[in-house]
């Protein structure tokens, strides 16, 4: 799972930079991992399963947009029971289902979803919106730029000295794109 392509990498990093495919590959794959972690959520577009705790009504799931038009809909289940498309709302690009009421009644892992949600894959590469993908390229360059330094600390050079942040963290301008996207927190 990458979130964008070594040839868009490579737009950003100067042409005589680097020509090691594999490197890009591995520093575009590290950094594409960390943003889904960070997210909480998973990228991948994929049908899941999801129980979830019955006694409310509202069920954030943990892959989205959530993929809801033509055959593929999401399935809801309260004791193996199917409920009618028409006893919920489905907000695709928050990743949640919305009942009118509470269903269930509290009881462990009594609700089941079944739902394909997440980011189309082609070549490899998820369809992300634009901001994300120059998220993970300013990132990447970044981690690229700074792979002989990594754990350094300081530096001592002639009568100066010289210090580097370490571990490498998330950019600033990064770090605001990805909140827009962060799921919102379980309600289980």
């Known amino acids: 799972m990458k ?5 868009e990498l ?22 594409s991992s960390r943003f889904e972690t960070y997210l909480s959520r998973n990228l991948k577009q994929e049908e899941r399963t999801k129980y979830f705790n019955a006694g409310k009504s509202l069920f954030y799931l943990p892959a989205y947009p959530i993929v809801n038009s033509g055959l593929v809909i999401p ?13 919920y709302y489905v907000w695709e690009e928050k990743g949640l289902i919305e009942f009118n009421s509470v269903i269930g009644r509290s009881k462990p892992k009594e609700i089941k979803i079944i739902w394909t949600g997440g980011y189309l894959e082609t070549s490899g590469v998820l369809a992300v919106p634009d901001d994300l993908k120059m998220a993970c390229a300013l990132q990447s360059t970044l981690i690229f730029r700074r792979r002989s330094d990594i754990g350094l600390s300081g530096t001592k050079v002639g009568a100066g000295n010289i210090s580097i942040n370490t571990p490498i963290k998330f950019l600033p301008e990064v ?10 927190p379980s309600q289980e």
């Not at 490579?10 to 950094?31: A, P, Q």
């Not at 399935?75 to 006893?87: F, H, K, P």
Request: charge should be negative.
């Open 3 to 7: 979130l964008i392509s070594t040839e």
């Open 10 to 31: 490579k737009l950003v990093l100067d042409k005589e930079e680097c020509n090691d495919n594999t490197l890009l590959e591995l520093i575009i794959g590290y950094v």
């Open 75 to 87: 399935e809801v289940y309260l004791n193996d029971t199917l409920y009618s498309v028409d006893s």
């Open 175 to 184: 770090e605001s794109i990805l909140k827009l996207y962060r799921a919102l």
